[in-house]
């Protein structure tokens, strides 16, 4: 039911799945997060990674997605050596949707240490503009629901770019941290473009992938600027079509 020009009326709305996704490292259950289920194995892969549970993607050996009456569980199984570390740092993550911070057990790892950037990559005014509009064309399930976040990876010269939407934001972006890492695709020239604003773990994912710019429609917290800066990202925020704002690398805009 729903009220539009002074009156009542039946009407039709697609709206998206919200599940229980269990992450599940060599049989023990690492994480469980609220979560779109789709795209399940890039979203494994992308958690693992910018979490730093693996440092590839060769280091998980199989993967298994298995419905559950309550969910659904990712099953990895890692090579030897990354078992064995994952053991000793063994820690269980359960929150809500897009959770970031959920089981750190210090506050130091709350803000860990980051590499840089790659020192490469350019983007112009007229680039972030075609980027943003990919990133709308892209979005088959915002567009049909306008209930998920986006995340997609724009590369110079390509109309296309890859796209994994999510209730999550920070989902969204370990889906296609994923679906880069398993296409085996170079980042360094390119832009990561979301439509949520910037915590710092969108950052700290970002710089994990090795991409140098973060293109967002919404702004950053103090946090992630400062973060941005140490690891040598550019963070392109507020970001419309007829204009942004460079917080940081300002040197990679062109104009």
């Known amino acids: 039911m729903r009220w539009r020009n002074g009156v009542f009326e039946h009407g039709d709305r697609l709206i ?6 269990a992450l599940v490292h060599d049989a023990s259950t ?13 979203f494994a892969i992308g958690f693992s990674l910018t979490e730093g549970l693996i440092q ?5 050996r199989d993967l298994e997605i298995v419905d559950d009456p309550h969910g659904v569980e990712v099953r990895m199984w890692l090579t030897a050596q990354r078992s064995a570390e994952l053991t000793a740092r063994r820690r269980n993550l359960v929150g ?8 750190v057990e210090s506050l130091a790892q709350a803000i860990p240490s980051l590499g840089q950037v790659p020192t490469g990559g350019q983007i112009s005014v007229e680039q972030v503009r075609r980027a943003l509009s990919a990133l709308t064309r892209a979005q088959e399930l915002g567009a ?17 770019m890859t796209v994994r939407e999510d209730v999550g934001r920070h989902n969204a972006l370990d889906k296609l941290v994923g679906a880069l890492a398993r296409a085996g695709c ?13 915590s710092v773990e969108m950052v700290q994912k970002t710089a994990r992938l090795g991409a140098p710019i973060l293109v967002a429609v919404s702004a950053p917290t103090a946090l992630a600027v400062r973060t941005a800066e140490a690891c040598g990202m550019t963070l392109i925020a507020v970001a419309r079509q007829d204009g942004f704002e460079v917080f940081t690398g300002a040197q990679r805009v062109a104009s």
């Open 144 to 160: 049909a629901t306008r209930t998920v976040h986006a995340a997609g990876f724009w590369t110079p010269g390509q109309a296309d």
């Open 16 to 21: 998206p799945e919200e599940t229980p996704v």
């Open 96 to 103: 809500p949707t897009g959770c970031g911070l959920c089981g």
């Open 186 to 198: 170079e980042v360094a020239e390119g832009a990561v473009v979301l439509t949520s604003r910037v």
């Open 30 to 42: 690492t994480a469980v997060m609220m979560a779109t289920p789709a795209n399940l194995d890039d």
């Open 56 to 60: 590839g993607v060769a280091e998980v």
